[in-house]
């Protein structure tokens, strides 16, 4: 897969996995316009590149940041500085635009933090799949700091995870906390004492997703998107659809032969 050059992030092919930093290490990888338009340019490249049988050219992505002091310090705070209400609603979209692009990728992304990931930071991180963190990261939304409110998502991701009265006390008071804090209330994921041995195990994760279905997988991950916050009757009528669907894929009569006939299956990926 051929990427354009972009300006504010560093893309290499690891594997099954596609490694995206976020490269400007000077301002703590701050989330500029520019990165969540070359974000974007980056989904439409992978998205581009869906092979015809359905199946895609990466099986999963880590999203990281540069310099080992931060994973993103949120949005950058000088550009903001010249933005007005309009300019900022624009902006505030266009970041939610790119979190909803990423939950509805087929595959999963997930964020590797080393290092800050405040404001837009932690936004960001909260809409991948899963959160893998150093025990040197920190986690923080400090919009208040700013006379600020989240605008990447944060209001409803962090409640989604941590449940609304920690999201509420994070968020009034714009407390940072370090990783052990962050796994404790379910915002990370798992801890790792090195980023090496987060990165290996996030390589580690999607090469043993890359061994599945990758149609399963990708229904698995858009059932659980689709059943957050519904009512029960409602995510389970979203998850009969999705099962029943199954039986009428290639990849389902794939996995159930390979398993009666005791091989390894082979998934043609539709
Ligand atoms: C622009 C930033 C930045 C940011 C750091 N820098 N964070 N620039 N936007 N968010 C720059 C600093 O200005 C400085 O540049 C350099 O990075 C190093 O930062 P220092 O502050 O010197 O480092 P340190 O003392 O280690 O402190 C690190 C830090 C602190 C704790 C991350 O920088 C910090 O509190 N940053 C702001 C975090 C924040 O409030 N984020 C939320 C933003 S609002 P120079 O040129 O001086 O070397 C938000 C809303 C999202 O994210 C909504 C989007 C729609």
């Known amino acids: 897969m051929n990427f354009p050059a972009f300006e504010t992030l560093a893309v290499e092919q690891q594997g099954n996995a596609l490694l995206v930093t976020i490269n400007r290490p000077k301002a703590m990888n701050a989330l500029a316009l520019q990165v969540v338009e070359d974000l974007h340019a980056l989904l439409d490249t992978v998205t581009e590149h869906a092979r015809p049988d359905g199946g895609w050219?990466?099986?999963?992505?880590?999203?990281?940041?540069?310099?080992?002091?931060?994973?993103?310090?949120?949005a950058d705070i000088r550009e903001m500085s010249a933005m007005g209400p309009d300019a900022a609603a624009a902006y505030s979209a266009r970041t939610h635009e790119l979190t909803l692009r990423l939950e509805s990728l087929p595959i999963p992304v997930i964020a590797a933090v080393d290092?800050?990931?405040?404001?837009?930071?932690?936004?960001?991180?909260?809409?991948?799949?899963?959160?893998?963190?150093?025990?040197?990261?920190?986690?923080?939304?400090?919009?208040?700091?700013?006379?600020?409110?989240?605008?990447?998502?944060?209001?409803?991701?962090?409640?989604?995870?941590?449940?609304?009265?920690?999201?509420?006390?994070?968020?009034?008071?714009?407390?940072?906390?370090?990783?052990?804090?962050?796994?404790?209330?379910?915002?990370?994921?798992?801890?790792?004492?090195?980023?090496?041995?987060?990165?290996?195990?996030?390589?580690?994760?999607?090469?043993?997703?890359?061994?599945?279905?990758?149609?399963?997988?990708?229904?698995?991950?858009?059932?659980?998107?689709?059943?957050?916050?519904?009512?029960?009757?409602?995510?389970?009528?979203?998850?009969?659809?999705?099962?029943?669907?199954?039986?009428?894929?290639?990849?389902?009569?794939?996995?159930?032969r390979a398993f009666l006939a005791k091989e390894t299956p082979s998934f043609p990926g539709k």
């Open 57 to 74: 050219p990466v099986r999963g992505i880590i999203l990281t940041g540069a310099g080992g002091k931060a994973f993103v310090a949120g």
């Open 115 to 256: 290092g800050f990931a405040l404001g837009g930071g932690c936004e960001l991180a909260m809409a991948c799949d899963f959160i893998y963190a150093t025990e040197a990261a920190s986690f923080g939304q400090p919009e208040v700091n700013l006379g600020l409110v989240p605008g990447f998502g944060g209001s409803v991701r962090l409640q989604q995870l941590v449940g609304p009265a920690r999201a509420k006390e994070l968020i009034y008071t714009g407390r940072r906390i370090r990783t052990a804090e962050a796994e404790r209330i379910g915002l990370v994921h798992t801890v790792f004492p090195t980023a090496t041995e987060m990165y290996d195990a996030a390589r580690s994760t999607i090469e043993d997703v890359a061994a599945k279905s990758p149609v399963a997988v990708a229904n698995a991950k858009s059932t659980i998107n689709a059943a957050l916050g519904l009512p029960t009757a409602d995510g389970l009528a979203a998850e009969n659809r999705s099962f029943s669907q199954a039986f009428g894929t290639e990849d389902m009569q794939e996995g159930v």
